[in-house]
Each structure stands twice: as C-alpha cells, then as structure tokens.
C-alpha cells in the first residue's frame, strides 16, 4: 500500500489542503493509497478563513510515508520545538529516499529544512524577490509550475494542488492513473501559463503586486477581447494611471503584453502541435490571419510557417 501524508499547518489556504484531499481521495478509490493529514500537534488546524481543518494524527507518529505533500500555510513560528522535530522528520524521510513536494507558500517550509540549498525550486511570482533574499542559497525559478529536483517537488501557481496531487499520483502509480482521474475530475491540465511562456520572463521580475495580479489574469484571458477601460475599472484605476503603472512596472503596456502572450502561445502551439497558421491564429485572439501574420513576423523576425520549420529541423537534429 502507497502512503502519502498531507503535512497541514495553520493559517492555511482550506484549498491548499481539501483540493488534493479530494484528487487523492478519489485515486484510493480505484489503488491501494493510504491518506493521512497529519498535522505538528495532532489537533486541527485553521484555515486563513475560518475553516477548522481535522487531522488524523500528530506528524510525531506518521511513521514512514512514500510521499509528503507539504500544503501551503502562513504560520511557521506557532511552536518552534515541533516546527524543528517536523523538519527534522522532513529531512529523514528525504533521506530514507521518501518524494518530498511542497505546494505555494508551502515551499518556504520546504526550504527551512534546509534540502533546497543548491538545488532549484519553483515560486509564485508575487513572492520570488523576498524567497531569494530569505534563501540565497536556493536557484528559485518561477518560470515553471512544477519542478522536481533530487526527490523535491516544488509546486506554484493557481492550480498548484491539482498539478502537484496529479504527479505524485503518476509517480506512485503511473502516467494512466494520474489522467484518469484528471479525467474523472474533469481537471484541465494544459492551463499553467508558467509551464507555457517562460519567455515572458523579464516583464515579471517586478515588485508591483498589483500589476502582477492583473498580469495574471491576462494570462489566462489574453486570447479573449481586452477592454483597457474595464480592466483598469476592475483594479479600481483609471485607464491612463493603470496604463502607466504598468508600463512603469513591466516596462511594457497592457496591450503590447497581451500581444507578447498571444505570439509565445503561436510559438508554443506552431512547435508542439500540428494545428493550421489559421486555426493558431483563431486559437490566440486574432480576428484575421493576415494581422497575425504581420505581428508575428514582427515579434519573431519571421513567418509562422519558417519558424516551424526552423523549430522542427532543430527538433530531428536534437533526436539525431
């Protein structure tokens, strides 16, 4: 029988912990899986809502477990003589060769027990600068949703309990698994911006929260018609301090990043799918071929056909 214990900690997100309760839960139905919620004391814990969240037992008496999923939580210091007999115990369960994954803010906890140090991790973007200054020792990349280095799983980003819960799944059991029940879930696991444009980088290496709330939002809406008037209203900006704070912040406007997001998705697509030049174009927001066209010759210094073909002739000879 597999086991995984969910390492839960107060001040919580609830859906940090109940998100992978309910994916895992719904493997146990099918796989020999063993779910424990483990908590430092053994009580419950409260959620950043007001959600009183069970355990089944004090992590002092989980024993040994195939894999540990740390969720997200805000409060490390409420009893520092367990937090340091709970990474003690995260660190022998490494050890003993047991996958370690931590989810959002989760990851800090991972990274105080000190087996991140030279190793990479991912990080939601809002909370990179302060980690790295926090951990130096650490190689933070937030351009992925998920990373796995050396048995540790580091997992960001609005679907982290999902991707997180869908791994450990696929590496316990297998790839068949684990799309099952995102099937039977109806779990969508193609919508991970981080994963998809890591070429947008730059223009996220800012401290503007505000800003990175709304890029986050046009990163999963880009394809969509953006109306900077409403956009703006929903930040509680005017269009032209909303227009200038984000150019201040990412040193782009709102509309030059949508078009940014739109060609790094026609990239994406043009490399990894055999989707028509038409169909891409429909697919990332544009109205007419021919204005896609232009702009992507304009941003990639080349036709979408041509870089096609670039990118698969490198592909071959990778293989070769």
Not at 13 to 22: C, H, M, N, W
Not at 154 to 182: H, I, N, P, W
Not at 196 to 214: K, S
Not at 227 to 240: K, T
Request: with cysteine; charged share 25%; glycine share 8%.
């Amino acid at each position: 029988m597999k086991h995984i214990v969910l390492l839960a900690l107060n001040n919580q997100s609830g859906s940090a912990l109940i998100t992978p309760l309910e994916i895992l839960s719904q493997v146990a139905e099918s796989q020999d899986l063993k779910l424990t919620v483990a908590t430092l004391s053994g009580g419950p814990v409260v959620s950043r809502s007001g959600l009183e969240i069970a355990a089944d037992q004090p992590l002092a008496e989980v024993g040994s477990a195939d894999a540990i999923m740390i969720t997200s939580c805000l409060d490390y210091q409420s009893d520092p003589e367990q937090q340091t007999a709970a990474l003690c115990w995260l660190r022998e369960q490494h050890r003993q060769g047991t996958l370690v994954g931590a989810l959002g803010t989760g990851i800090v906890f991972m990274a105080l027990s000190g087996l991140l140090e030279n190793r990479t991790a991912t990080a939601d973007w809002q909370g990179v600068s302060r980690l790295r200054e926090a951990f130096p020792d650490v190689d933070f990349d937030p351009r992925h949703t998920l990373i796995e280095c050396d048995g540790l799983v580091s997992c960001a980003g609005g679907y982290a309990g999902d991707v997180l819960s869908l791994y450990m799944v696929e590496q316990l059991f297998d790839k068949d698994t684990a799309e099952r029940c995102a099937a039977e879930l109806m779990l969508d696991t193609e919508r991970f911006w981080q994963n998809r444009h890591p070429g947008l980088l730059e223009y996220r290496l800012h401290r503007d929260n505000r800003i990175h709330a709304v890029q986050s939002w046009l990163d999963k809406h880009f394809a969509e018609k953006i109306n900077l008037e409403a956009l703006a209203r929903r930040n509680s900006m005017s269009q032209r301090n909303f227009v200038r704070r984000f150019k201040e912040a990412c040193g782009e406007t709102p509309l030059g990043y949508v078009q940014r997001l739109r060609i790094e998705e026609a990239k994406r697509l043009l490399e990894q799918s055999d989707l028509s030049v038409e169909a891409i174009c429909d697919r990332v927001g544009y109205l007419t071929e021919s204005h896609f066209r232009q702009l992507f010759k304009r941003y990639v210094k080349m036709t979408p056909a041509r870089y096609r073909g670039q990118m698969s002739g490198q592909a071959r000879s990778g293989r070769g």
